[in-house]
């Protein structure tokens, strides 16, 4: 076979495999067989058939301040708890870290993450982790991501808030270290 004739069978291969893909987000389009001229009606979700109540906002009914409270978003005041799992796999990234190796420690630290996904102290570890590896970047940005989910506890914040000191020092940036610490003494 030619080069000429192997490019087509390539890009007819490709043009193939993109067919297949070519149902879109939702799942595959219906297509209706012989002798039914429509598609089936979807399944309601709720078991109440009536239409959902739509308001304008000048029209909306009054609310207490309980009810507003309670439908309004708000931060956690805690991150997750540490599984048994997360817990083993931080212990180990924590011996790893005392032999040197950072990149396994920052192997078992992510998968950490995957567990709890939620826990700041996993996020300030994977921070201590990349320190270790000389990746202040991805320090500084896993130290905000714990700050994030510390929520009120503020043992876990002044934490945070020092090792975001150390970090920016190491890169430099002087300032931000002395806003850091700043923010560490004020809890």
């Given at each position: 076979m030619?080069?000429?004739?192997?490019?087509?069978?390539?890009?007819?291969?490709?043009?193939?495999?993109?067919?297949?893909?070519?149902?879109?987000?939702?799942?595959?389009?219906?297509?209706?067989?012989?002798?039914?001229?429509?598609?089936?009606?979807?399944?309601?979700?709720?078991?109440?058939?009536?239409e959902p109540q739509v308001w304008r906002k000048s029209e909306q009914p009054e609310v207490s301040e309980s009810e507003q409270s309670i439908s309004k978003p708000s931060y956690r005041d805690a991150g997750d708890e540490l599984s048994p799992a997360a817990l083993s796999l931080v212990r180990e990234a924590d011996k790893l870290l005392k032999n040197g190796d950072a990149q396994g420690a920052i192997a078992r630290l992510e998968r950490a993450q995957r567990i709890a996904p939620s826990s700041a102290e996993v996020y300030?570890?994977?921070?201590?982790?990349?320190?270790?590896?000389?990746?202040?970047?991805?320090?500084?940005?896993?130290?905000?991501?714990?700050?994030?989910?510390?929520?009120?506890?503020?043992?876990?914040?002044?934490?945070?808030?020092?090792?975001?000191?150390?970090?920016?020092?190491?890169?430099?940036?002087?300032?931000?270290?002395s806003q850091a610490e700043d923010r560490a003494s004020a809890l």
């Open positions: 030619s080069r000429q004739d192997v490019f087509r069978v390539s890009m007819v291969a490709m043009l193939l495999s993109l067919a297949g893909c070519a149902s879109g987000p939702g799942g595959a389009i219906y297509v209706p067989a012989e002798g039914s001229p429509r598609a089936p009606e979807p399944p309601r979700t709720t078991g109440n058939d009536e300030f570890k994977l921070s201590q982790a990349y320190v270790a590896g000389d990746k202040f970047g991805p320090a500084e940005q896993f130290t905000l991501k714990g700050l994030s989910l510390a929520g009120n506890n503020t043992r876990l914040q002044r934490a945070g808030w020092l090792l975001l000191a150390d970090i920016r020092r190491a890169r430099g940036n002087v300032a931000g270290a």
